[in-house]
């Protein structure tokens, strides 16, 4: 069975920092295409950022040059570097399997970016 | 980039009623579409893919259809338990983009 895990969100200053991990089980990150996608409060979904099974990376406008994402197949992880953070990048954020449409989702982790 | 809009924003129907929410693609997006539910407080669940494909579970009061530019999401009989918000998401290429949302209401 697949579950995702998110951690690494907290309460975070504007300009500042924070690694967002996804621990996966059931499944291979590295074969797979994985993605992250926000949802702020009280909005909609917002697609971030997908890395392929091949490597390649595309990003959503408005995270690119901010926000990195990558994997690590030792520990079957995927990761979200999110930089220069700002208000609107306040919200919860989902690591998903992605065939295109986004098939498992894990639970989330909250980044609030505030002084 | 694709722009989908989702209309209408929100609705409010009875038990047992047919209930129809539409998303159009900026362009055409080849049956390359999926709907999900949120239920207040939960994680979004997929529905539909590849524009009419239910996914594993679903009940089949939820359908979708639709090609080119225009999609639908029909539930064929309201239930309680159907009180959620609704989006469509388009995945052609690399475009990966949602709709607005439409939020379901029981009357």
């Known amino acids: 069975e697949v579950h995702l895990v998110e951690t690494g969100g907290g309460l975070i200053q504007p300009g500042g920092s924070l690694i967002l991990s996804c621990a996966a089980s059931?499944?291979?990150?590295?074969?797979?295409?994985m993605s992250w996608v926000r949802q702020a409060p009280g909005t909609g979904l917002e697609w971030v950022s997908v890395?392929?099974?091949?490597?390649?990376?595309v990003y959503a406008d408005s995270v690119k040059g901010r926000f990195t994402i990558s994997r690590d197949s030792s520990k079957n992880t995927l990761y979200l570097q999110v930089n220069s953070l700002r208000a609107e990048d306040t919200a919860v954020y989902y690591c998903?399997?992605?065939?295109?449409?986004?098939?498992?989702w894990g639970q989330g982790t909250v980044v609030t970016v505030s002084s | 980039d694709i722009q989908m809009t989702q209309s209408p924003s929100s609705l409010s129907a009875s038990v047992g009623d047919r209930v129809t929410i539409t998303c159009r693609a900026s362009?055409?997006?080849?049956?390359?579409l999926a709907w999900y539910q949120q239920k207040p407080g939960k994680v979004p669940k997929p529905l539909i893919y590849?524009?009419?494909a239910l996914q594993s579970g679903v009940p089949s009061r939820f359908s979708g259809s639709g090609s080119e530019t225009d999609y639908t999401l029909t539930i064929s009989s309201l239930q309680p338990e159907d009180v959620a918000t609704y989006y469509c998401?388009?995945?052609?290429?690399?475009?990966?983009?949602f709709g607005r949302g439409t939020k379901v209401e029981i009357k």
């Open positions: 890395l392929y099974s091949d490597g390649n990376i």
């Open positions: 998401q388009d995945y052609k290429g690399a475009s990966r983009s």
């Open positions: 998903v399997t992605d065939v295109g449409f986004f098939d498992s």
């Open positions: 059931g499944f291979t990150v590295s074969s797979n295409h």
């Open positions: 362009q055409a997006i080849a049956g390359s």
């Open positions: 590849a524009a009419s």
